[in-house]
Every structure is written in C-alpha cells, then in structure tokens.
Nanobody, 119 residues
Framework: QVQLVESGGGLVQAGGSLRLSCAAS????????MGWFRQAPGKEREYIAA????????YYRNSVKGRFTISRDNAKNTVYLQMSSLKPEDTAVYYC????????????WGQGTQVTVSS
C-alpha cells in the first residue's frame, strides 16, 4: 500500500520560511518523479514543483521560482520543499504526489499539510 505523508506545515509570517517533507512508503521511490501541489480555498489545485527520480532536474511554476526549492533523498524515501520569502498568497494546503517514470499522471497523493502565511 502506497502512502505519502506530508509534514512541516504551519503558520508563518510573510517573509518567513518553512520546509515541508513528504515521506513515501510502499513504492520504489527512485522510480517516481515527485511533485508538490497546492490548493487555496476556492481555487483549483495547482502544480508547484517537481523533481526527477535522480534529483538532477527540477521544475517550478513561475510564481515560486527563486523562493522555493524542491529536493529529494532517495535513501530516506523523502521529498522536501524548502519555502522562503513566503507571501500571504502562498497560503494553501500543500500536497505531495508521485508519478511513475513510465506514466504521465500523478497516481499517488498525500493527505496534505496546511501552510498559512500571515501579512
């Protein structure tokens, strides 16, 4: 049974930092692209960042480039999202997801962790 468990969310002031973690189990972690998504109240879920199986290539949506960093530790089956210079508009539930390297869709999702940025 595949499980993705996020942690590290919380309340932070604008300009602050948080690091999210996502621990994966039940899958061959190194065969999965890992991504982070978020969903704000009343809005659709949106893609934030992704990292390839080796960690060698990363992708970001424009609004978080230079502020967020995605990374992974395959020995720990964990993916991270380091967030800095946080803005109130970053407030959302953040989800990690896993996409098998042979597929185009993210087939596994975590339960989400709340990030709230106060102004």
């Amino acid at each position: 049974q595949v499980q993705l468990v996020e942690s590290g969310g919380g309340l932070v002031q604008a300009g602050g930092s948080l690091r999210l973690s996502c621990a994966a189990s039940g899958l061959t972690f190194s065969r999965y692209v890992m991504g982070w998504f978020r969903q704000a109240p009343g809005k659709e879920r949106e893609y934030i960042a992704a990292v390839t199986w080796s960690g060698g290539t990363t992708y970001y949506r424009n609004s978080v480039k230079g502020r967020f960093t995605i990374s992974r530790d395959n020995a720990k089956n964990t993916v991270y999202l380091q967030m800095s210079s946080l803005k109130p508009e970053d407030t959302a539930v953040y989800y990690c997801a896993a996409r098998n390297v042979d597929r185009n869709d993210y087939g596994y999702w975590g339960q989400g962790t709340q990030v709230t940025v106060s102004s």
